[in-house]
């Protein structure tokens, strides 16, 4: 009988579930941040991560994995929580260093939902071997010697929020979990806050470049076929149709942010998505699209005319930006200072824009280039970070930007301009390389693709 579900299994596969994937890090990467996180936690602290769906009570989104469980486990499904603790966690007599705890799975959820991993599949991509169900350990004794909770915060799509200090966005404190936790222990201190993993976070390892570099390959490959049909396109959305359907035909799970499509006046709003306007002949279509790939985000702008030639005044403008980013990206080295990218940037489009008579001086920098121009990119697109001196490992955006909205106080020749160019660079020993330089972005290269 054995022998006959051996073969019936070789000959038609078990497809149970897809997990892990062949490309993710082995377990002894998730092991090592673990420990490196271990290092730099204080005594008397309790790390702890939750799976997505402890956030957000929408069952309707599609599930994506909590950023930090992702780094530290690999584990990508709902219902989880990691525990990490340096003074060890007595469970039966035996010091913990690390718990994940799950869900374990009934019938009807297999049924409805597919089966997850079993504790020793998980065992053996995460490398965690202190894996319990929920509801077979007493987990108020895991916390009698802990003074704070250290509590990652969901930050996916935050925008720049949890870096900022402690979280605006803070985990349900009233879930089950801490209901009992507060009663049995009053005096433990609630601190939520990336602290700790962004100083591991933000320095990729090579299987993170790896996935990266994938994430943006595929959206690259994207760009270019928008660009490519171009003249095609009568409405924003035929766009935002093309690059995501683009993105997931190429292996992409997700977007990494809402698709910002604006053609016109709209390519003058920063975070348009609508993306449901006529596309008017000769005008500039602004695209800020992103695939992420196994969690980790690309996020790249690309602004071209709808008719595939630049005008005089988008000529003007898009070389402006152009020459922003390129000496921007320059610039980029490690040791730099974060904040440094965005001043280089930035005196290149104010003595432009001074020199156009577009603004008077430097204090008016911020009207037309509203925005700053990087942050940092991994499993979130923007991504927690130190946001101090760039190291190697790092990878940041470069995306400055020039946007006249109708009805700006210059000449009626540069409204409805709005340029944004955006690359991913990846900062190395001495120098950084970008890992998005095969999309186009001279105007004669933009122009050759259109035609
Ligand atoms: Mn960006």
Request: glycine share 10%.
């Given at each position: 009988m054995i022998i006959y579900l051996l073969l019936f299994n070789l000959l038609f596969?078990?497809?149970?579930?897809?997990?892990?994937?062949?490309d993710n890090p082995p377990p002894e990467v998730y092991k090592n941040r673990r420990q490196e996180l271990l290092k730099i936690l204080n005594n008397n602290v309790a790390y702890l991560a939750f799976s997505s769906d402890f956030y957000s009570d929408n069952k309707n989104d599609k599930f994506r994995q909590n950023s930090d469980i992702l780094y530290y486990?690999?584990?990508?499904?709902?219902k989880a929580i990691l525990i990490l603790n340096k003074d060890g966690i007595n469970i039966d007599g035996e010091l913990k260093y690390e718990i994940l705890l799950v869900e374990k799975q009934d019938n009807m959820d297999i049924k409805w939902n597919g089966k997850r991993p079993s504790k020793n599949e998980i065992k053996d991509f995460s490398g965690i071997n202190n894996i319990y169900w929920f509801n077979e350990v007493d987990y108020n004794d895991f916390f009698n010697d802990i003074i704070e909770f250290n509590i990652a915060p969901y930050t996916k799509?935050?925008?720049?929020?949890?870096?900022?200090?402690?979280?605006?966005?803070?985990?349900?404190?009233?879930?089950d979990f801490f209901k009992s936790i507060k009663d049995s222990h009053p005096f433990i201190v609630y601190d939520i806050d990336l602290r700790y993993s962004k100083q591991l976070r933000e320095v990729k390892d090579d299987y993170e470049i790896k996935l990266l570099k994938k994430a943006v390959n595929i959206s690259v490959a994207s760009h270019k076929k928008v660009i490519k049909n171009i003249k095609n396109i009568n409405y924003e959305y035929e766009i935002e149709g093309m690059i995501e359907g683009e993105f997931k035909k190429l292996g992409a799970e997700n977007t990494a942010y809402n698709s910002i499509i604006g053609a016109g006046i709209n390519s003058c709003v920063l975070h348009y998505t609508d993306n449901r306007a006529k596309v008017n002949k000769g005008k500039l279509i602004l695209f800020d699209c992103g695939a992420e790939y196994h969690g980790y985000a690309s996020d790249i702008t690309r602004t071209v005319p709808s008719n595939g030639k630049f005008s005089k005044e988008q000529t003007i403008i898009y070389n402006i930006v152009l020459e922003a980013q390129n000496r921007a990206i320059e610039y980029c080295k490690e040791g730099i200072k974060f904040s440094e990218i965005d001043s280089v940037a930035r005196f290149v489009i104010d003595s432009a824009l001074i020199d156009l008579g577009l603004i008077k001086n430097n204090a008016q920098s911020r009207l037309y280039f509203p925005h700053g121009t990087s942050h940092y990119l991994g499993l979130d697109v923007h991504d927690v970070a130190t946001y101090d001196r760039l190291k190697a490992g790092n990878c940041v955006t470069v995306e400055p930007g020039i946007y006249i909205p109708e009805g700006?106080?210059?000449?009626?020749?540069?409204?409805?301009i709005g340029v944004r160019i955006e690359d991913d660079i990846l900062i190395t020993k001495n120098s950084c390389q970008v890992l998005s330089i095969d999309l186009p972005k001279e105007i004669k290269d933009l122009e050759e693709m259109m035609k």
């Open positions: 596969g078990i497809d149970n579930y897809s997990y892990p994937f062949p486990t690999g584990f990508p499904y709902s799509g935050s925008n720049f929020l949890p870096y900022a200090g402690s979280s605006v966005i803070p985990v349900e404190l009233d879930i700006s106080d210059c000449d009626k020749k540069w409204w409805n």
